[in-house]
């Protein structure tokens, strides 16, 4: 199975400023047919299920702000919040579904 | 909007078997496929397969292969996860979870959750 590392394994962030998580694949994620890497984000907040902000490692879900965005290729991804906004306190999961489907160990994300 | 209803809390004793239901609302139920994810106290997500929206093919990773079984009644737009031959490490908040279409291993919208308990 192909592992996911996220790094760091929690993160505090002053409101307004930037917030940046890292994941890390075993094997490369990038498929060479499709040119496309296998990697979606999601956050997940006390008590709720999991919300996906990321797929194809760049690609806004339906409904995320502008602020949430993806970037990365092959197997090093990064979730970059622009501006840190009181709600975003949650825990990020990053998750590849190139063989079969496995995911990070998350990142707490906290306000400093 | 996209609603996915699980069924109840149960709590089961090693060796026994579980089923979980997920009503899907808010959309055609057989245009995507459903997953199903666990979450352990302290662990990660963690996959235990999906069905295609057709109900065509299932797909579990080789830890789950022979113990979990995905099924989905169309009629009634809703799917099931059996698990048997419980033990203590399946204690787990367990979800359904939809694709974005039939055949597609992106996850757009997750039910509430399914709590179960495995204990003597």
């Known amino acids: 199975d192909i592992v996911m590392t996220q790094s760091p394994d929690s993160l505090a962030v002053s409101l307004g400023e930037r917030a940046t998580i890292n994941c890390k694949s075993s094997q490369t994620i990038l498929s060479s047919s499709t040119n496309k890497n296998y990697l979606a984000w999601f956050q997940q907040k006390p008590g709720q299920p999991p919300k996906m902000l990321i797929y194809?490692?760049?690609t806004r879900g339906s409904g995320v702000p502008d602020r949430f965005s993806g970037s990365g290729s092959g197997t090093d991804f990064t979730l970059t919040i622009s501006s840190l906004q009181a709600e975003d306190v949650a825990v990020y999961y990053c998750?590849?579904?190139?063989?079969?489907?496995?995911f990070g160990q998350g990142t707490r994300l906290e306000i400093k | 909007q996209v609603q996915l209803v699980q069924s109840g809390a149960e709590v089961k004793k090693p060796g026994a078997s579980v089923k979980v239901s997920c009503k899907a609302s808010?959309?055609?139920?057989?245009?995507?496929?459903m997953h199903w994810v666990r979450q352990a106290p302290g662990q990660r997500l963690e996959w235990i397969g999906c069905l295609r929206g057709d109900s065509s093919h299932t797909e579990y990773p080789q830890k789950f292969q022979g113990r979990v079984t995905i099924i989905s009644d169309t009629s009634a737009a809703t799917a099931y996860m059996e698990l048997t031959s419980l033990r203590s490490e399946d204690t787990a908040l367990y979800y359904c979870?939809?694709?974005?279409?039939?055949?597609?291993?992106?996850?757009?919208?997750w039910g509430q959750g399914t709590l179960v308990t495995v204990s003597s």
């Open positions: 194809w490692a760049s």
């Open positions: 998750q590849q579904y190139y063989s079969p489907i496995t």
């Open positions: 979870a939809r694709g974005t279409h039939s055949g597609s291993w992106i996850i757009d919208h």
């Open positions: 808010g959309y055609t139920f057989t245009s995507h496929s």
